[in-house]
């Protein structure tokens, strides 16, 4: 089979090119899903050209998106995934031995039914959790809706574009709050801090609206433009110290290959670049 070739750019003159064997292509009722066979991240996830993830490098994004916000609880019991279709939030929840029932409501069922299909790793054996609800919806709907709170509300959605921008406004946020338990986490992952500052910017405004204590953090992703990646966290009054997030870890016996006590430290110091970018007016910082 030819290799094919894919690409992001995130800024003029700006390329990010991976080839690989495309698998698999459709349209689905949302957007348009390829399964790519990469020589060095292994089946690979793609949603409206835009890589969401991979088997060999899930773990660098999961990790941050899932366990730095649980190990700023104490026990969380209830917890909500929006979108992570794929399965790698979901399964990351349940490594948390206090979690007695986790919520996933993916838009696209296709999206789930082909994560299963051609990168079963990513989700493991998940789906078949007795802890475990998987929801096909829209996750906006969902939270509008009545129903019991959540002790963590995880937002592994694709970017503010077609289905994923409603999660990133401020009904959305407010709805996420009410449907906290009191001392209750949200998290979701905000886009290149450094190709996508409108993005980041616009959700960190709209949630300042809504959460009283608004954190932003940041990781490594190899697929995703630039590598660097940021994600929010929100609440009333974020606990985010390292010391307590490694006993809790210990405790908890967490297994992680990225996420490490000092690593979740060192998330939170937010460079100046970035911190210029959630006041300034840019896309990025570089005038393009
Ligand atoms: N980690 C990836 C990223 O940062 O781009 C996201 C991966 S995950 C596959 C994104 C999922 O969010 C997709 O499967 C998409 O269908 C889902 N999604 C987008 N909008 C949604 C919505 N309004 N409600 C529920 N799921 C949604």
């Not at 296709?110 to 299909?117: K, N, P, T």
Request: overall charge negative.
């Amino acid at each position: 089979m030819a290799a094919s070739r894919f690409s992001e750019s995130p800024a003029a003159g700006v390329e990010f090119a991976y080839s690989g064997d495309l698998l698999h292509a459709e349209d689905s009722a949302f957007q348009h899903v390829e399964i790519y066979d990469h020589p060095t991240f292994g089946r690979t996830l793609v949603l409206d050209g835009a890589v969401q993830t991979s088997e060999r490098d899930e773990f660098l994004y999961h990790e941050m998106l899932v366990h730095v916000p649980l190990l700023c609880h104490p026990e969380p019991r209830r917890v909500l995934v929006i979108g992570g279709g794929d399965g790698g939030a979901l399964r990351r929840v349940l490594e948390h031995p206090s979690v007695t029932e986790a919520v996933m409501v993916e838009i696209d069922e296709r999206v789930s039914a082909l994560s299963r299909e051609f990168m079963p790793s990513i989700g493991g054996d998940v789906w078949d959790d007795p802890r475990a609800s998987v929801l096909f919806d829209d996750g906006n709907a969902y939270v509008h809706a009545d129903g019991d709170p959540f002790d963590a509300i995880i937002v592994d959605s694709s970017d503010p574009v077609g289905p994923g921008i409603v999660l990133f406004e401020t009904p959305f946020y407010r709805r996420c709050l009410e449907r906290l338990n009191p001392g209750g986490v949200y998290v979701a992952q905000v886009g290149s801090p450094i190709y996508f500052q409108d993005e980041m910017r616009m959700a960190f405004h709209n949630a300042r609206a809504a959460f009283a204590d608004v954190r932003l953090y940041l990781g490594h992703v190899t697929t995703y433009p630039g590598v660097v990646w940021s994600y929010m966290l929100g609440g009333e009054r974020l606990a985010v110290d390292a010391g307590e997030a490694g006993a809790r870890a210990t405790e908890r016996k967490i297994v992680t290959r990225y996420w490490t006590p000092e690593v979740h430290a060192g998330a939170f110091a937010i460079p100046g670049i970035v911190r210029d970018g959630l006041d300034g007016e840019a896309r990025n910082p570089f005038g393009s």
